[in-house]
């Protein structure tokens, strides 16, 4: 039996529906159910400091937050939550606060008494690290250790009127349920289950949940999962948190998390957003607020007149981009996708080659197209003429841009594939869309969201976008973040950068951008720069080499996933991260 608010993805609609999640108190500020999707951010200040928390707060909630979050390592720290929430309201900001709970059940126990909402993380509340021999007691009785102290935890929050945010973090999964379930979205899933199992037996609600990771493709598969597996339970539908975590800053930053926020929240996922930048965190605000209310307008169209069932989508979608037929080695098949330009495309062959490659001037219908190649331009949310698609079917040269025209890209990309796969058509496909904005970073949110649905699907094989006012070195640039934020494509070095907290032990923003000085020329390297050792190893475990903060001064260098140096004076720690990567084969001078 299905709970009256759960919903399962797989009989919605493929269109812009929200998810309908249950109400949770949150102090003055509740979650879910019909309220708006909520923006919220974390401050950067450290907990101890009340004075300089404060002005911050007043800042970051001034540019709109409407939830505020504070970390809180140990129970010293917890208690200075006390006298910062007092002073906000002093002033009557009654904005919730939100502690953040890493390795430590007594600071939790402490903030629980001074906020509005306390985040656990599942893989390092009580779990430990080292175990050199897992055995089925071992299993158990750390299950059951998570069942009595996590239960006390929440018994006093049900007391105090507080709600918990079960925060699951890829990079910090416990070795206990990788063991079980791998380093995977399952393993992130139950994760999850095991401590909101905890709370449900204690007839416990006011519940968020998150599923957090900086890679893309992990955090949406492992949010449609949970949202899957809550339904199978006939759980009710939790309100969802949701971020793409160490996303970076600046334009890498921004299309990052539109390309994982933005592609759950066009679906109706989601019921509070963070946009992690490392940058002052008030400059997250505006951000989420656009996206969010870029996707919600949505909801304000009238149905669209044609019905695809998300049980067929995913069908079709399954494994599509490789299905598709390639046209020599240019798009198509095991091809990389590629970036198209409707503005001078001969000039892009020569300027940009990595783009339009020389001799292979990949024009649109009206242009000279490239031998052995012929264009069908399509548009999306139309119903398509049959004997145009059995045409398309049988053309071996056939490359299709499939052009959305309306207010909602996502549904009509999706409908437009779904009629050219029902047809057996396999030529390529592009994703065609004129965005009617002049601005950089709204044209840089809008197409990350868009088109990172579609790419994370698992289809299409090349972007084609254009916007009004914006030049066309800047309309390429974008379109390839979002092909290297969907992982499908690497043109460049990705830095992997936390936002920064009241745990970060060294200047991250100038370090950022002197490590991205140093190292930006490197394309397709991956490099971790994170704030402190809490979450930064795991958050960056992907990452090809690591920069962490280890001790006030002091930074460790990782080599994949291993500490190769411990304590480097931080003054000399970029020259010593460079000496690193060299090292390992990695480095090449600058052109």
Not at 31 to 54: C, F, I, W
Not at 157 to 164: M, N, Q, S, T, V
Not at 412 to 440: K, M, N, S, T
């Amino acid at each position: 039996m299905t709970d009256q608010h759960s919903s399962s993805l797989l009989s919605e609609p493929c269109h812009y529906a929200r998810r309908r999640s249950v109400a949770v108190s949150i102090g003055t500020t509740p979650l879910g159910a019909d309220y708006p999707v909520r923006v919220q951010s974390m401050a950067t200040t450290s907990t101890l400091d009340t004075e300089a928390s404060v002005a911050q707060a007043k800042r970051i909630i001034g540019a709109g937050a409407e939830y505020l979050r504070y970390t809180a390592q140990d129970k010293r720290v917890a208690l200075s939550l006390g006298p910062i929430h007092a002073a906000l309201r002093a002033e009557g900001i009654t904005t919730p606060l939100v502690a953040d709970i890493h390795f430590n059940p007594t600071a939790a126990d402490t903030a629980l008494e001074y906020v509005e909402k306390v985040r656990v993380n599942p893989g390092n509340y009580v779990d430990t690290k080292g175990v050199k021999e897992w055995t089925e007691e071992i299993f158990a009785s750390m299950h059951a250790r998570v069942e009595e102290r996590f239960g006390v935890f929440v018994d006093r929050a049900k007391e105090l009127g507080r709600a918990i945010r079960i925060g699951v973090n890829h990079g910090s999964l416990s070795e206990r349920m990788v063991m079980l379930y791998g380093d995977t979205p399952e393993g992130m899933v139950q994760s999850c289950l095991e401590y909101l199992d905890v709370c449900r037996a204690h007839d416990f609600h006011d519940i968020v949940i998150s599923m957090k990771s900086s890679n893309t493709l992990v955090m949406t598969a492992a949010v449609r999962l949970l949202v899957q597996r809550l339904d199978e339970l006939g759980y009710p539908a939790y309100p969802l948190h949701l971020g793409v975590t160490e996303a970076g800053e600046g334009e890498d930053g921004r299309i990052k998390s539109a390309v994982g926020i933005g592609s759950l929240l066009a679906d109706g996922i989601g019921d509070t957003i963070r946009v992690s930048l490392s940058e002052e965190p008030e400059c997250e605000i505006p951000v989420a607020r656009a996206l969010v209310d870029y996707i919600s307008a949505r909801a304000e169209l009238p149905a669209p007149s044609y019905s695809l069932s998300w049980a067929e989508y995913r069908t079709l979608a399954r494994d599509a981009r490789r299905e598709s037929r390639a046209i020599g080695r240019l798009v198509g098949g095991a091809n990389l996708p590629i970036v198209l330009s409707e503005q001078g495309a001969e000039a892009f062959a020569e300027q940009r080659p990595d783009v339009l490659r020389s001799g292979e001037r990949l024009l649109l219908p009206g242009g000279t197209p490239i031998v052995g190649v012929r264009v069908y331009e399509l548009e999306a949310g139309t119903e398509l003429d049959a004997t145009l698609l059995e045409q398309i079917q049988q053309d071996v040269e056939a490359l299709v841009l499939l052009r959305s025209t309306g207010a909602n890209p996502v549904a009509e990309w999706r409908w437009g594939f779904a009629q050219l796969r029902r047809a057996g058509v396999e030529a390529p496909i592009i994703l065609c869309r004129h965005y009617d904005v002049a601005e950089l970073d709204a044209f840089r949110l809008y197409a990350a969201a868009d088109c990172g649905s579609i790419l994370l699907d698992g289809w299409a094989n090349g972007l084609c976008l254009s916007a009004d006012g914006i030049a066309p070195d800047e309309l390429v640039k974008t379109q390839l973040s979002i092909l290297q934020a969907t992982r499908l494509r690497m043109s460049k070095t990705e830095f992997i950068s936390c936002p920064g907290c009241g745990r970060t032990l060294y200047n991250l923003q100038n370090t950022i951008a002197e490590i991205k000085a140093a190292t930006s020329h490197l394309k397709g390297l991956k490099i971790g720069i994170m704030g402190c050792i809490v979450n930064g190893p795991g958050e960056m475990a992907d990452a090809d080499y690591g920069y962490v903060g280890a001790a006030p001064g002091k930074i460790d260098l990782y080599k994949g996933q291993e500490c190769i140096q411990k304590g480097v004076p931080q003054a000399q720690a970029v020259e010593h991260l460079i000496k690193l990567i060299k090292d390992g084969g990695d480095w090449k001078d600058p052109e």
